[in-house]
């Protein structure tokens, strides 16, 4: 749920800041790229750390090789992508690459889903729910792309 919330409290508060006068929040999608950011460095940064990190390399899916290798790449990539999204120039081209990055990394999920694995001590979301949050993220990446 913490992405949906920094997606949400974000995108809130930066549309907040920007009617307030902020000028480089003024408009819907320069708010919505940075709630994007804060939403991937929430989840790229504990791709890192080695409680997260564990539980991360065991939703990959058996039949994928490396998976220490692949939660690393991925956490980069999230990082990586947040970044780009606050650079005006490479902010669409980022959007546009975390929406295919999270549709690479739906395969986990499911995984992870289906073998009742823990993200943090916690049940990771059911699939339901996960699939609808994967639709929320990915369109709201397309639409900062646009």
């Known amino acids: 749920m913490a992405p949906l919330i920094a ?55 058996p039949a994928f090789p490396q998976p220490a290798l692949l939660v690393t790449l991925t956490g980069v990539l999230e990082l990586a992508g947040a970044a780009g999204l606050l650079i005006p120039p490479l902010a669409p081209f980022a959007a546009i690459g975390l929406a295919l990055l999270m549709a690479a990394m739906f395969p986990a999920n499911v995984s992870a889903a289906r073998r009742g694995l823990t993200l943090a001590g916690k049940p990771v979301t059911p699939l339901p729910v996960r699939t609808a949050l994967q639709v929320l993220f990915v369109a709201a990446a397309v639409a900062a792309a646009l």
């Open 7 to 61: 997606l949400i409290g974000g995108f809130v508060v930066l549309c907040v800041l920007g009617l307030a006068g902020i000028e480089v929040l003024d408009g819907w999608q320069s708010a919505l790229r940075g709630a994007l950011a804060l939403m991937f460095v929430t989840t790229g940064v504990p791709h890192f750390l080695p409680a997260w990190r564990r539980d991360f390399v065991a939703m990959i899916p």
